[in-house]
């Protein structure tokens, strides 16, 4: 019986892990909002990506959206912590090239990647911001997978990301 208030503990953390994250935000360049809820029956792939001048966070999401349609049932979600001033400023120096570019979504304040518990602290550009990091949300918006990055130049790539995938599909198709 001295077990019980333990075991309860236990099933109740295992519980909130396994909750569907909801989150809404927005693009600054366009007004787009999206929704987890928007990609129901999707996995979705949250990128926490650095400050916007952060040339490591553009090759990073350009190979994740050059690449995106060899994952159809994946949604890629790119989040800055920059201000809309910021992040609309930074698209304005692409010219042309926006337009060609993938949406990028603002997470004001990192108030996802806190709530997601992505750690902070990491020294960039002469500021203290979350480290870089990818969520995958699986078509239910539980939470399957998490990837933090050391430092900058440590990211989830595409290729961990499609292998990653098909690992999480294999578990979790029905055994003859």
């Not at 309860?8 to 007004?31: C, K, Q, R």
């Not at 990506?49 to 995106?68: G, I, S």
């Not at 870089?132 to 939470?143: C, D, F, K, Q, T």
Request: net charge neutral.
């Amino acid at each position: 019986m001295r077990f019980l208030p333990l075991l309860l503990t236990a099933l109740t953390a295992t519980a909130a892990l396994a909750a569907p994250v909801e989150f809404t935000v927005e693009a600054p360049a366009t007004g787009t909002k999206f929704s987890r809820s928007d990609a129901a029956g999707k996995y979705v792939a949250v990128h926490f990506l650095l400050k916007t001048e952060c040339p490591v966070c553009l090759r990073h999401t350009r190979e994740h959206f050059k690449r995106a349609g060899e994952l159809p049932d994946v949604v890629p979600v790119f989040l800055k912590p920059d201000s809309a001033d910021e992040i609309r400023a930074w698209l304005g120096k692409l010219g042309d090239e926006a337009a060609k570019q993938p949406v990028i979504y603002r997470d004001p304040d990192a108030t996802l990647a806190r709530r997601l518990q992505i750690p902070d602290g990491y020294a960039f550009h002469g500021e203290t911001v979350h480290y870089p990091a990818l969520v995958l949300l699986n078509a239910s918006g539980e939470e399957v997978f998490r990837y933090v990055g050391k430092n900058n130049g440590d990211r989830f790539g595409f290729d961990q990301l499609a292998a990653k995938l098909a690992e999480l599909k294999a578990a979790a198709a029905p055994k003859p």
